[in-house]
């Protein structure tokens, strides 16, 4: 499947009808194919077209006929993992946080339950759009995500030492989880707009001088581990488009050459760019015994928490959750606290729903009608399969402890909302792979 997700070297042109648009012809179709295509597509979704520009219209809206055939035709799957991991996620936030707040055991719920309401309302609205729209915003979504993140170093919220939120009264909100769903908008766009540029050096180095913006920025608050996050996006966007393994091999020993640099070579001369408790991450990763009662005593808490879970769970006998041993058992522990309470059946059937999602989205990028489709949905499959690897392995000791909260089931309201406007761009791209009427794609049911 991975193959068939990377892009190809175009052959040399050789009059085979380069002035079309850039899609792969049908077996039914000429240049244009909207003629031919139209055999392929159910009669009932040919006559219920939305305007051109992705718009929607109020007479669409109110058709019963649309809505029909736009929920005959969603990845029912996709939709299954989605809500499945939604609800573990709320359902073990009230677990680990009922004891929290005095007289109030909803209360994580009640703030979860609202994000996920907003999340579900933008996944269907954006569901609902031609996704092709946004390839003409891209660089008005990549200022609005390094504008708002460098908002938040200026104007933010300071909690437990870190400027990451702004306050806007009635909530507040994380610019670096919006950023990374209009960075991959903005990513996908610029290069699917260098298709004929597979390969191209100039392109990969172009691409990771615009992420390196808002990584540095997001470190600065800092959180080190959305910064990766959003390396590793545009790291996926590069291959889907067809970069060169040597690219990435030059990446990867840059990156290489920076950790030495930053962790030996510099402090030598008195230059420090890692903060303390960073440092003291790193080192308690190797050897949490390091210190026990620090930098430490988060992992160890967490391994505890998940090897007194068992085969099947402790339930509300989970004392390393309910006596407040385990920390941040509603955010970066929550597979911890999950570990415990349901056993290693609990936390497998948690992984089995990330599997079906990233294997939907797997799929969706396959079978998607353009390249910006493609890469769209195969970012953002590799960006909720690394943010699960991370945060499972510091959860269990193999990884050190970064701050990536587990998709779709940790407490944080901007981030739920984030990921469920992912799902949305994933049914939206599907959508359109599979209901068609235009070689342009699916304009709704």
Same mark, same amino acid.
């Given at each position: 499947?991975?193959?068939?997700? +990377? ?11 380069? &002035? ?9 179709? #000429? ?37 029909? @055939? ?9 939709? !299954? ?47 609902? !759009?031609?996704? %092709? ?6 660089? *008005? ?15 933010? %919220? ?8 702004? &306050? ?6 994380? $610019?670096?989880?919006?950023? /990374? ?9 610029? *290069?699917? &707009? ?25 470190? +600065? ?10 390396? @590793? ?47 003291? +991450? !790193?080192?308690?990763?190797?050897? $949490? ?20 879970? #068992? ?16 920390? %941040? ?10 570990? %415990? ?58 990884? $050190? @402890? ?17 990921? /469920? ?9 599907? /959508? ?12 709704? $049911?």
């Amino acid at each position: 499947m991975v193959r068939e997700l +990377r892009a190809r070297r175009r052959p040399a042109l050789r009059g085979r009808g380069h &002035d079309r648009e850039g899609r792969p012809r049908r077996q039914c179709g #000429g240049a244009g194919g909207a003629g031919d295509l139209r055999r392929l597509v159910p009669r009932e979704g040919r006559r219920l077209q939305r305007p051109r520009g992705g718009g929607l219209t109020v007479g669409w809206v109110l058709s019963p006929r649309a809505w029909r @055939v736009y929920l005959r035709h969603l990845d029912w799957l996709l939709v !299954l993992a989605t809500a499945g991991l939604v609800t573990y996620g709320v359902t073990m936030i009230y677990f680990a946080t009922r004891g929290d707040v005095a007289g109030h055991p909803l209360a994580y719920v009640a703030q979860q339950g609202q994000a996920v309401a907003v999340g579900v309302v933008a996944a269907v609205a954006v569901s609902l !759009l031609d996704y %092709e729209v946004f390839r003409r915003w891209k660089w *008005l979504f990549y200022a609005v995500a390094v504008g708002s993140l460098g908002l938040v170093l200026v104007a933010g %919220e300071v909690v437990k030492g870190a400027r990451r939120w702004i &306050d806007l009264g009635v909530t507040s909100f994380q $610019p670096s989880a919006t950023a /990374l769903v209009l960075l991959a908008l903005a990513f996908a766009a610029f *290069l699917a &707009d260098r298709v004929d540029e597979l390969g191209s050096r100039r392109v990969t180095v172009a691409v990771l001088a615009l992420v390196a913006v808002p990584a540095l920025l997001i470190y +600065r608050e800092p959180d080190f581990g959305s910064a990766v996050v959003t390396v @590793v996006l545009a790291l996926a966007l590069l291959y889907f488009w067809g970069a060169p393994w040597t690219h990435f091999a030059a990446v990867a020993g840059a990156a290489a050459a920076g950790a030495v640099a930053v962790l030996k070579v510099l402090p030598l001369v008195g230059v420090t760019l890692i903060h303390r408790y960073q440092m003291d +991450r !790193l080192l308690v990763f190797l050897n $949490p015994n390091r210190d026990p009662t620090g930098a430490g005593y988060n992992i160890i808490q967490s391994m505890i928490a998940v090897g007194a879970g #068992g085969l099947g769970g402790r339930g509300d006998q989970a004392t390393q959750t309910t006596l407040d041993f385990l920390p %941040e058992h509603h955010t970066d522990f929550i597979f911890a606290v999950i570990c %415990e309470r349901e056993g290693f059946v609990g936390a497998a059937l948690l992984l089995l729903l990330y599997g079906l999602f990233i294997w939907r989205a797997l799929r969706i990028a396959v079978a998607a009608r353009d390249m910006y489709g493609s890469m769209l949905a195969g970012g953002i499959a590799v960006t909720v399969l690394f943010q699960v690897f991370v945060n499972v392995g510091m959860t269990i000791g193999i990884m $050190p @402890v970064t701050g990536i909260p587990l998709p779709f089931v940790s407490y944080g309201g901007t981030a739920m909302v984030a990921f /469920l406007v992912f799902v949305g761009l994933l049914q939206a791209i599907h /959508l359109r792979a599979t209901v068609t009427s235009s070689p342009r794609g699916w304009r709704g $049911p």
